[in-house]
């Protein structure tokens, strides 16, 4: 187990509306990574979290925001759901390295959002 | 153009046999490279990173050409438990996504 934990697991929403997930990251890392993996696709980069600030963002439209909090657990909410937003949810938590680089990522077992 | 593209396969390879697969990079500035695993309905778990002069750990090989931007993976004397998605995945330089492959699923019969 890498210690991550997210919740819900799984959940069922309408467009329309708005979600959040939540993330535990493992002990000691800093940093918190929210990825949207759509069935038979490669997880894809929403945005990540350091020190409570969104470090970077990848091509998810504002809808999609989050939080980091003091003991690096982290919200992802995404308002005004839209069928495409179905999908496995994946909280990863790292270690920024030194080089500014992100070490290995210790993933969740995810949250799975079906919007119908 | 994707930053990050795998042959989905799948590949489907008798138990001892040996199954090897690509993926390229588009961003020639990436400078690092990892495999990982994700079995049916799991989350990704890091199986290696990929470094310049290739490396191994037991069973898998995998390797990276630079010139030509791409990595490979090799499994040999494959197991029914190697049967999975194998997710290639590039870091570029000061960026702190990691960019996913779609996968290549391997399944491994009896």
């Known amino acids: 187990e890498t210690g991550v934990t997210q919740s819900p697991t799984h959940l069922i929403k309408t467009r329309g509306q708005q979600v959040t997930l939540r993330c535990s990251s493992q002990s000691g890392h800093n940093t918190v990574s929210w990825y949207q993996q759509a069935l038979g696709q490669g997880p894809q980069f929403i945005f990540q979290?350091?020190?409570?600030?969104?470090?970077g963002r990848g091509n998810f439209p504002p809808r999609f925001s989050g939080l980091q909090f003091p003991n690096y657990s982290s919200e992802l909410n995404v308002n005004a759901l839209e069928l495409d937003d179905s999908a496995l949810y994946l909280c990863?938590?790292?270690?920024?390295?030194?080089?500014?680089?992100?070490?290995?990522?210790?993933f969740g077992e995810g949250s799975r959002l079906t919007v119908l | 153009r994707k930053e990050v593209e795998q042959d989905p396969g799948p590949f489907n390879v008798p138990e001892g046999a040996t199954v090897a697969f690509n993926c390229t990079y588009s961003n020639s500035a990436s400078q690092s490279f990892f495999w990982y695993r994700q079995d049916c309905r799991k989350e990704p778990k890091l199986l290696m990173s990929?470094?310049?002069s290739g490396n191994e750990d037991g069973r898998f090989t995998a390797q990276l050409n630079r010139a030509s931007q791409y990595i490979s993976l090799l499994i040999r004397d494959s197991k029914l438990s190697d049967s999975a998605t194998y997710l290639c995945v590039v870091n570029a330089p000061n960026d702190y996504k990691l960019s996913f492959g779609a996968g290549t699923t391997v399944t491994v019969r009896a």
């Open positions: 990863a938590s790292s270690l920024v390295m030194t080089s500014g680089n992100t070490g290995e990522l210790f």
């Open positions: 979290y350091y020190r409570e600030e969104e470090n």
């Open positions: 990929v470094y310049s």
